[in-house]
T-cell receptor
Framework: SQTIHQWPATLVQPVGSPLSLECTVE??????LYWYRQAAGRGLQLLFY??????ISSEVPQNLSASRPQDRQFILSSKKLLLSDSGFYLC????????????FGPGTRLTVT | QQQVKQSPQSLIVQKGGISIINCAYE??????FPWYQQFPGKGPALLIA?????SEKKEGRFTISFNKSAKQFSLHIMDSQPGDSATYFC??????????????FGIGTKLQVIP
């Protein structure tokens, strides 16, 4: 069966520090991968998606970037965090045209101080 | 532009009652309408989904009602239980080439089922 991992689970970082959040998927090949941010009372905002290794599309201009160095690995990064980057970050995956379903990871709670 | 409008934002229901959450969409190209359930501190989990070729889908105590002409769909939770207390998100998407599927989410409804 497929599983999705995210780490760390929680993170407290000062303003101006770098960020690296990692997501890995097991049990599937060539998944579509997504990064979302969830702010209180604002639902889920799609940040980046990837349909393959090295292929990244950004949905919202911001202080963040994403990379996909391996088929089942998706990384969210920032060179300098802002207070507004605080939130709950979720990674998700889906499998091509065969399914419209997205499956979410456990999330990372990021607090920028 | 909020493409999927969800209401209410919070809901309190007695145990055994029916919980109803409503969503409305604008884009008639949407062809897939999932509902997600999220417990505090966890990622959302797909609960039930419907396509516009049917008007209703039922899985256990959860039912989606879909009205294509009104561009509305709703989630009904029958015999609501305290364990159903969570945030529920409706969503909508349309298939795109290359396998990527963008999902537009509603703002979420925080459901509390009281004993």
């Amino acid at each position: 069966s497929q599983t999705i991992h995210q780490w760390p689970a929680t993170l407290v970082q000062p303003v101006g520090s770098p960020l690296s959040l990692e997501c890995t998927v097991e049990g599937t090949s060539n998944p579509n991968l997504y990064w979302y941010r969830q702010a209180a009372g604002r639902g889920l905002q799609l940040l980046f998606y990837s349909v393959g290794i090295g292929q990244i599309s950004s949905e919202v201009p911001q202080n963040l970037s994403a990379s996909r160095p391996q088929d089942r690995q998706f990384i969210l990064s920032s060179k300098k965090l802002l207070l507004s980057d605080s939130g709950f970050y979720l990674c998700a995956w889906s499998v091509g045209l065969a399914s419209d379903e997205q499956y979410f990871g456990p999330g990372t709670r990021l607090t920028v101080t | 532009q909020q493409q999927v409008k969800q209401s209410p934002q919070s809901l309190i229901v007695q145990k055994g009652g029916i919980s109803i959450i409503n969503c409305a969409y604008e884009n008639t190209a949407f062809d897939y309408f999932p509902w997600y359930q999220q417990f505090p501190g966890k990622g959302p989990a797909l609960l039930i989904a419907i396509r516009p070729d049917v008007s209703e889908k039922k899985e256990g105590r959860f039912t989606i009602s879909f009205n294509k002409s009104a561009k509305q769909f709703s989630l009904h939770i029958m015999d609501s239980q305290p364990g159903d207390s969570a945030t529920y998100f409706c969503a909508a998407s349309k298939s795109r080439s290359g396998g990527y599927q963008k999902v537009t989410f509603g703002i979420g409804t925080k459901l509390q089922v009281i004993p």
